[in-house]
Nanobody
């Protein structure tokens, strides 16, 4: 089985930065896309950023130019560098990993941006 462990959330002032990490472990044959999503209570889970196995990146319009997604294939880890954070970025952030046979979600990490 494959497990995902997220880290890096927390409380930061507006304009600050945070870096999220998500490490996949277990019986991994191949990881295709890796990504980050966020979800507020009672709302749908929205894509923040996705990176393919080839390194192609896709971002939500609201985070373009502020967030950067990257991955370390040797460590089966995906990162989300978040700069110039805004109060509206406050959410629970979930990593998503798509392997050759399943899609997995992390446990979620809270990001709170104070004004």
């Amino acid at each position: 089985q494959v497990q995902l462990v997220e880290s890096g959330g927390g409380l930061v002032q507006a304009g600050g930065s945070l870096r999220l990490s998500c490490a996949a472990s277990g019986s991994i044959r191949r990881i295709d896309a890796m990504g980050w999503y966020r979800q507020a209570p009672g709302m749908r889970r929205d894509m923040v950023a996705v990176i393919t196995s080839g390194g192609r990146q896709n971002y939500a319009e609201s985070v373009k130019g502020r967030f950067t997604i990257s991955r370390d294939n040797a460590k089966n880890t995906v990162y989300l560098q978040m700069n110039s954070l805004k109060p509206e970025d406050t959410n629970v952030y979930y990593c998503n990993v798509i392997t050759d046979y399943e899609a997995l979600w992390g446990q979620g990490t809270q990001v709170t941006v104070s004004s």
